[in-house]
């Protein structure tokens, strides 16, 4: 009976519950002010599960404090790998690849996306430099020729 009681109470306990930040944007300033909000991730992928709360955008109570997302709404289209975004963390280098088109929402509106990308992953300590791309694997908003300047560094 004890075992019985035992394995119930594992069944019906939670898994524990992994906080995370997420950074949205407080102003529309370049890049951009950032506020963190708490949010609780179901599971052990908090990286992913930040990413997916930052597309999502502040809550109504987080939007009336002013924080706001560029990024959700500028997602569209098809998607190329069956969700909205892969993202792989390898020797310390986060690499968000969107597999839909992000589109552009102006210098500014870039700069605070890319901001709240990089606040949002850097918070993670396997994290030191944060590599965004968009579905032409070209980094994200890069006009340059080469389209690198995020992976290198130099335009």
Excluded at 76 to 89: M, N, T, Y
Excluded at 106 to 120: C, F, S, Y
Aim: proline letters at 3%; glycine letters at 10%; aromatic letters at 6%.
């Amino acid at each position: 009976m004890k075992e019985l009681l035992m394995a119930t109470v594992l069944a019906v306990t939670p898994i524990q519950a992994n906080t995370v930040k997420v950074y949205f944007s407080t102003d529309y300033g370049l890049p951009g002010k950032v506020a963190a909000v708490t949010r609780t991730a179901p599971h052990a992928g908090v990286a992913r599960f930040a990413v997916e709360q930052l597309i999502k955008g502040p809550t109504e109570a987080e939007r009336r404090r002013g924080l706001h997302s560029e990024l959700g709404k500028q997602i569209r289209g098809r998607s190329d790998c069956g969700a909205d975004f892969q993202l792989k963390v390898v020797n310390g280098t986060a690499t968000l690849r969107f597999c839909r088109t992000v589109w552009g929402n102006g210098v500014g509106g870039d700069a605070r996306m890319l901001n709240t990308i990089e606040q949002t992953l850097r918070q993670f300590r396997t994290v030191k430099k944060v590599v965004v791309l968009g579905k032409d694997r070209r980094c994200l908003f890069d006009h340059t020729t080469r389209g690198t300047s995020c992976i290198t560094g130099h335009e």
